[in-house]
């Protein structure tokens, strides 16, 4: 019998977080591509566009006029997917598999930078840490008003990630509920926590699995390992469960974290400088402006002093970043989630691996500063 080779024979692969299966098809990556392809971005943006309602001193469609900002600004969305309260009871159902529940809170858009022609990859370190700390500010504002029980922060980056303005942006939804994913999540960490059995040898009561997870990956060979890069405070790394073609589940490995909030001045500066890393990276492997959704999962909200450690299940969380990014191929021809993906279970072809080694390569010199 053939020994099994990951790098050619097909397999499934179990993602922790989310407790699904993902099938991995490694041979398949030999296929010629006859589908559709993405046009690429072939104009350069201007610094400043008139018609732009995120640039400095634009009017927005709802007629606010923006201020004449010279870093980041942060204001409610013309067109919130979530209303403030009070919001209204829900009916009765008429049938139990036929129930409602209203959902209430605020969506804020965060612009990261006044030039309308840059993106993350483009930022400075400092520029990125401004971001952040408005992430934090806002996580922290939200996060403690009353009746929000969750914030999201989030980027869409491009057009074929839906989104609709190239000026430099992220959002972050605040709401009542917590969404259907990072509650997976959540209980997730928390059975993996409560299920490691204390020994007097090795005590597991603090078992974290993003953080035995990070060691693991760490303690595999470089050659043949997920890494893509790391700095004193942060890993960026393809999990061994990914998804999409040049995911990155970026997350914090020094210290358990739970959220943006207990960061210290050097895990900011860090955070800071692995964004800067992977964002360019991410460029420079197709030349273009790379897509991706990104978003933030940690504690729903910041911990409260007056709650019980030992009834907060919040206090599994684990602070990490997932970038999905779409392109498979190259800049023009991405991946698409249809058929087996949509009727049976993630499937992808080239391997987490491969993916790392490819991205590892990258210069972080972006390329369009190249001499």
């Given at each position: 019998?053939?020994?099994?080779?990951?790098t050619?024979?097909?397999?499934?692969?179990?993602?922790?977080?989310?407790?699904?299966?993902?099938?991995?098809?490694?041979h398949?990556?030999?296929?010629?591509?006859?589908?559709?392809?993405?046009?690429?971005?072939?104009?350069?943006?201007?610094?400043?566009?008139?018609?732009?309602?995120?640039?400095?001193?634009?009017?927005?469609?709802?007629?606010?006029?923006?201020?004449?900002?010279?870093?980041?600004f942060?204001f409610?969305?013309?067109?919130?997917?979530?209303?403030?309260?009070?919001?209204p009871?829900?009916?009765?159902?008429?049938?139990?598999?036929?129930?409602?529940?209203?959902?209430?809170?605020?969506?804020?858009?965060?612009i990261?930078?006044?030039?309308?022609?840059?993106?993350?990859?483009?930022?400075?370190k400092?520029?990125i840490?401004?971001?952040?700390?408005?992430?934090?500010?806002i996580?922290?504002?939200?996060?403690?008003?009353?009746?929000?029980?969750?914030?999201?922060i989030?980027?869409?980056?491009?057009?074929?990630?839906?989104?609709?303005?190239?000026?430099?942006?992220?959002?972050?939804?605040?709401?009542?509920?917590?969404?259907?994913?990072?509650?997976?999540?959540?209980?997730?960490?928390?059975?993996?926590?409560?299920?490691?059995?204390?020994?007097?040898?090795?005590?597991?009561?603090?078992?974290?699995?993003l953080?035995?997870?990070?060691?693991?990956?760490?303690?595999?060979?470089?050659?043949?390992?997920?890494?893509?890069?790391?700095?004193?405070?942060?890993?960026a790394?393809?999990?061994?469960?990914?998804?999409?073609?040049?995911?990155?589940?970026?997350?914090?490995y020094?210290?358990?974290?739970?959220?943006?909030?207990?960061?210290?001045?050097?895990?900011?500066?860090?955070?800071?400088?692995?964004?800067?890393?992977?964002?360019?990276?991410?460029?420079?492997l197709?030349?273009?402006?790379?897509?991706?959704?990104?978003?933030?999962?940690?504690?729903?909200?910041?911990?409260?002093?007056?709650?019980?450690?030992?009834?907060?299940?919040?206090?599994?969380?684990?602070?990490?970043?997932?970038?999905?990014?779409?392109?498979?191929?190259?800049?023009?021809?991405?991946k698409?989630?249809?058929?087996?993906?949509?009727?049976?279970?993630?499937?992808?072809?080239?391997?987490p691996?491969?993916?790392?080694?490819?991205?590892r390569?990258?210069?972080?010199?972006?390329?369009?500063?190249?001499?």
């Open positions: 019998m053939t020994d099994f080779d990951p050619t024979h097909p397999h499934r692969r179990f993602n922790p977080l989310t407790n699904e299966h993902i099938l991995v098809s490694p398949r990556t030999k296929r010629p591509w006859l589908g559709q392809t993405e046009p690429p971005q072939t104009t350069a943006l201007p610094e400043y566009d008139p018609k732009c309602y995120l640039c400095p001193g634009n009017s927005r469609t709802s007629g606010e006029k923006n201020p004449n900002y010279d870093h980041t942060t409610e969305n013309d067109f919130a997917a979530i209303l403030h309260p009070p919001a009871e829900a009916p009765v159902p008429a049938h139990p598999l036929l129930t409602v529940e209203p959902v209430y809170g605020a969506c804020d858009v965060v990261f930078h006044p030039r309308h022609d840059l993106t993350m990859a483009r930022l400075s400092s520029e840490g401004t971001v952040i700390n408005e992430w934090i500010r996580y922290t504002s939200r996060g403690t008003e009353p009746g929000i029980e969750y914030v999201q989030f980027e869409n980056k491009g057009s074929m990630m839906g989104c609709s303005n190239p000026h430099p942006h992220g959002q972050v939804w605040s709401m009542s509920t917590i969404p259907s994913i990072p509650a997976q999540e959540l209980k997730s960490l928390k059975r993996y926590a409560q299920s490691q059995i204390p020994s007097q040898d090795a005590p597991r009561e603090n078992a974290c699995l953080c035995e997870y990070a060691q693991a990956e760490i303690n595999t060979p470089g050659d043949t390992g997920r890494i893509v890069v790391s700095n004193e405070h942060w890993l790394v393809v999990p061994w469960w990914a998804t999409w073609p040049f995911e990155i589940l970026l997350l914090p020094h210290r358990h974290i739970g959220s943006i909030d207990e960061l210290n001045t050097e895990e900011k500066e860090a955070f800071a400088d692995i964004l800067y890393r992977i964002t360019r990276r991410y460029d420079n197709f030349s273009c402006s790379f897509a991706y959704s990104m978003g933030i999962h940690q504690r729903p909200v910041p911990a409260k002093a007056t709650v019980d450690p030992a009834d907060d299940d919040n206090k599994y969380a684990h602070l990490h970043l997932h970038f999905d990014p779409p392109l498979l191929r190259s800049a023009t021809v991405r698409f989630l249809v058929g087996y993906e949509m009727m049976g279970e993630a499937q992808r072809d080239l391997t691996e491969q993916a790392a080694t490819r991205l390569g990258c210069s972080e010199v972006h390329y369009l500063e190249n001499p």
